[in-house]
């Protein structure tokens, strides 16, 4: 049986291409092309899928062994042409370094597994990305 949470943020317009995101809670972002040091769409699409699938991999080998190194890098192409604009060739690298000994070897063998369960089934946006989920674009009525 598939359980439903709905999620919502909202966007408001500050200025020209500078834009505050609400989440649910009253938590504020601003971003956007023109926001100086922010980060732009695309970089929030990227940051997700890194943070979403780093998340799953923190959890389930931290409770090993610390971490004595945990980068992630998300890399992509961003295509555009007569088939509008969109991602390809999207790739997570992920350098993970735990201690010697029992506890980081424990920690070290769940990578693979901890990936894999991201990639399958627990981090929602990658998995929303691979499946190709549809995005409805609508005006609300007046």
Do not use: W
Request: glycine share 10%; with cysteine; hydrophobic share 35%.
């Amino acid at each position: 049986m598939e359980t439903v949470t709905p999620k919502s943020v909202t966007l408001t317009r500050e200025d020209e291409g500078v834009y505050v995101i609400t989440n649910e809670m009253g938590d504020e972002l601003r971003v956007g092309h023109n926001v100086e040091g922010g980060f732009g769409f695309v970089e929030l699409l990227l940051a997700a899928a890194v943070g979403c699938s780093s998340t799953d991999l923190d959890v389930m080998t931290s409770r090993r062994a610390e971490p004595d190194k945990f980068v992630a890098t998300i890399t992509a192409d961003k295509m555009g042409g007569d088939e509008g604009n969109y991602l390809q060739n999207v790739k997570i690298e992920f350098d993970v370094q735990f201690p010697d000994g029992e506890a980081g070897d424990k920690a070290r063998a769940r990578i693979p597994v901890a990936l894999k369960a991201a990639e399958d089934r627990t981090c929602t946006v990658t998995r929303s990305l691979s499946r190709g989920t549809p995005v409805e674009l609508v005006q609300k009525g007046e």
